[in-house]
């Protein structure tokens, strides 16, 4: 009877989408069939959004163009009055009246910033960066926009690439959860004006540049692009985005904008995508950079190998008719793609009411309210990962007099990070600010500014091209190091806000030294000869080389850019009010030629044994150890946890039977605390090799002090299929180990054979 009643939902549900869908097709086909030629390439067109003034939307370039049909949306253009504005034009003064779609870059937030994507990862919470999303989405949406190019879930493993920053770090399993979760935040079911769609990015393997050198080439094997690059982007497809954007770099000789393997074979036929493809900005004109032809020819490559929409540079709109005349793409190539595009404004509502996110009185109810602030703050506090906390130095106390310096403590304007086009900056908390909130009268905060964010003042300029730039203190090094010295020595402790600028990461930021600048190390190198305690407080966009400071700095919080609420949540922590609880979702190396260095690495014919730095003839370096400073899923906390009496439910298995890994986890320290209970899986015997382990679960613990609990994991034969040689997705029996513990490196273990 239950069985009957599912399957009758089932069947209820699966004919509501058919319907659904078919009255989806009637309706643009009918559409379609009123279009002109130029009117479908219109569709195709994305360009920025240009000189629009809302008063005289109509006459502006852009406007002039929307009116002719050849504009499908607009992107970075915000406010909902002048949203609607633009739209006017395209329902009322374009002869077919089709609404345009409104792009973004709402990465982490939208004018409440939540943390860096790669902070926001170390929170290893799926609920609260879904809540991110969301309230990104809700703010988004109250200014008018529909659409936004997040997530981007690029793998990287090279902090040297400064967007690293905007992704969710070097694992495919957390990165994959987290593409689910952004996804479900921003797009619920696009019934309500609250939800946008998702435009997953940048496909494929951005995150594989060499060298880290942004935009560089990017080649790798297929084994290792299906198994360790591709799933997250497939994760945001399986979760319904709307909405791809492929990369700028090429990928097996082929930039990514021409691939039809990537879009066409991976995307559209093996994982069944249904949503629009959209190119990176300039991708398609970029491609004559690389060497594939000349616009008209780049532009009918892109549209033939998978891409809907072009960003900017208008070569479809300028070269396709030309090329449908003289048989270089056909009409169905076109027609397939703005069919794609139409549909995307379909489930959005947009032919339904093209002014659905046009509600102007939402913004001022909406957007960077207290309850959004509340939660921005909340979830930066449980994204920082306390790398260091020698004598527990912290938390600190509400007391005595602190001496607070560095480049980045007295600075709102790079505390929200890299993509952040809707923050205020002048509304974002700084650290100083955090902290005298946080003690009120009863201590006493000093500060200076100890040195500038680095010695070489066009590094600094570079850095700064592109918003936030530092001002520069005219002071010497040496003056600054006297002030920041002379506070220290009326202090009780020390806190250091240093790292990195925000614009020192992100796009086109590639750093080929990943230590914290020299000015500021000089100062630390004079602070830590004080003799008092001295508490780092990180910002950084990617993983830092900072094996001296890890080695002569007792305690060191690394608070990426923690948003618009960063100073406050930077306070809570400091202060004990927040136990952190981030796990780190990259490897930190200890010098620059170590990288790549990830934990999932394989064995090699030659392994160094543990514990070992150097045996001849064996996979290492002369002059360094095959260690990290800090291993993947590493994060203190002002509590111990202990792991102990890991038990499988069974050695031997068979088939589709499941397994049963529990652990006892203890909170033995004097505080309640929250700790990411890890599970890896090592497959011992393959038919290809196979990583040293693998991320293949994961539950955040809250766990009162004193308290112990039980914590299980349960393993089925899918989480251990990988794809072979072949790309054949299964698993192979055989042995495997079962890890868990609070990072990669300290784990319990047991064994298990698993037969088909
Ligand atoms: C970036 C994308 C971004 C796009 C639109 C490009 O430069 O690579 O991530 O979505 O610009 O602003």
Redesign the pocket.
């Given at each position: 009877m239950k069985k009957f009643f599912v399957l009758s939902i089932c069947f209820f549900l699966a004919v509501q989408v058919f319907s659904q869908d078919a009255k989806m097709n009637a309706f643009i086909t009918n559409l379609m069939s009123k279009m002109t030629l130029d009117e479908k390439i219109g569709q195709l067109n994305l360009p920025g959004s240009g000189d629009i003034v809302t008063g005289q939307a109509s006459n502006s370039d852009i406007g002039k163009k929307i009116k002719e049909g050849n504009v499908g949306g607009l992107?970075?253009i915000k406010t909902a009055a002048k949203i609607r504005a633009v739209q006017k034009v395209a329902v009322e003064q374009s002869r077919l009246k089709i609404p345009l779609i409104f792009g973004m870059?709402v990465i982490h937030g939208y004018e409440t910033v939540f943390p860096i994507p790669l902070g926001l990862s170390c929170s290893w919470d799926m609920k609260e960066i879904e809540t991110s999303a969301r309230v990104a989405a809700t703010e988004a949406s109250a200014d008018g926009i529909c659409w936004t190019?997040s997530p981007?879930v690029d793998i990287a493993r090279d902090p040297r690439w400064g967007r690293i920053a905007?992704g969710n770090g070097e694992d495919v399993y957390l990165g994959s959860q987290i593409a689910k979760a952004m996804v479900k935040g921003y797009q619920g079911d696009f019934s309500k004006n609250t939800n946008i769609m998702a435009c997953v990015?940048?496909y494929a393997m951005y995150g594989a540049a060499e060298g880290g050198r942004d935009y560089n080439t990017t080649d790798m094997s297929r084994v290792r692009m299906f198994n360790e690059y591709l799933p997250p982007y497939k994760a945001a497809v399986d979760a319904g985005a709307g909405s791809v954007?492929v990369s700028?770099n090429e990928v097996d000789g082929i930039p990514a904008t021409a691939n039809k393997f990537l879009m066409t074979d991976v995307l559209r036929k093996q994982w069944g995508f249904k949503g629009f493809v959209v190119t990176?900005?300039t991708g398609t004109n970029e491609m004559i950079e690389h060497g594939l032809g000349d616009l008209q020819t780049v532009s009918a490559l892109a549209l033939k190998a998978g891409i809907d929409m072009d960003?900017v540079g208008e070569g479809f709109l300028t070269t396709l008719k030309k090329s449908l005349k003289e048989g270089r793409v056909t009409q169905a190539q076109i027609d397939n793609a703005c069919r794609l595009v139409l549909e995307a404004k379909y489930k959005l509502g947009l032919f339904d009411n093209p002014y659905k996110y046009c509600d102007e009185k939402r913004a001022s109810s909406e957007i960077f309210t207290d309850a959004n602030k509340k939660t921005a703050r909340e979830i930066a506090a449980d994204c920082f990962v306390l790398l260091k906390n020698q004598n527990n130095i912290l938390p600190l106390k509400k007391s005595g007099t602190i001496a607070l310096v560095g480049p980045l403590a007295d600075n709102k304007e790079n505390m929200p990070g890299t993509w952040s086009v809707a923050a205020n900056f002048e509304k974002s908390i700084s650290v100083i600010d955090g902290l005298k909130e946080a003690v009120g009268s009863n201590a006493k905060i000093l500060y200076a500014k100890g040195s500038n964010l680095d010695n070489d003042s066009l590094f600094e300029q570079r850095a700064g091209m592109f918003g936030k730039s530092f001002a520069r203190d005219g002071r010497t090094n040496e003056q600054l190091i006297q002030e920041a010295l002379s506070i220290a020595s009326q202090s009780d402790v020390i806190v250091a806000a240093v790292g990195e600028s925000a614009e020192m990461t992100g796009?086109s930021s590639s750093r080929s030294n990943i230590e914290i600048p020299e000015a500021q190390k000089e100062l630390l190198k004079a602070l830590i000869k004080t003799g008092k305690p001295v508490v780092i407080v990180l910002f950084t966009g990617r993983p830092l080389a900072i094996k001296w400071e890890n080695d002569n700095v007792p305690a060191i919080l690394n608070v990426w850019f923690g948003g618009s609420e960063a100073g406050h949540a930077i306070a809570d922590v400091l202060f004990g009010d927040v136990n952190p609880s981030g796990k780190l979702s990259t490897t930190w190396p200890q010098n620059v030629g170590q990288i790549p260095l990830y934990y999932n690495h394989k064995n090699t014919g030659r392994p160094l044994a543990d514990g070992v730095w150097f045996q001849k003839f064996r996979s290492n370096y002369l002059d360094v150890s095959n260690d990290p400073v800090y291993p993947f899923g590493y994060g203190l906390s002002y509590t111990n946890f202990s792991y102990s009496d890991l038990k499988l439910s069974s050695t031997s298995l068979k088939g589709n039977e499941k397994l049963t890994a529990t652990v006892t986890l203890t909170n033995n320290g004097m505080k309640d605390g929250k700790e990411v209970v890890q599970l890896y899986i090592r497959d011992l015997v393959g038919s290809i090799t196979r990583p040293v382990k693998e991320l293949k679960g994961f539950q955040k613990i809250f766990l009162k002090a004193g308290e112990s609990k039980t914590v299980s994991f349960t393993i089925t034969p899918d989480d251990l299929k990988f794809y072979n040689s072949d790309l054949k997705y299964d698993w192979e029996a055989g042995d495997f180990v079962v890890m868990i513990g609070g990072n990669s490196r300290d784990v319990k273990s047991g064994k298990v054979n698993w037969l088909k």
């Open positions: 992107f970075n870059d190019f981007m905007e990015k940048h954007m700028f990176d900005y960003m796009e």
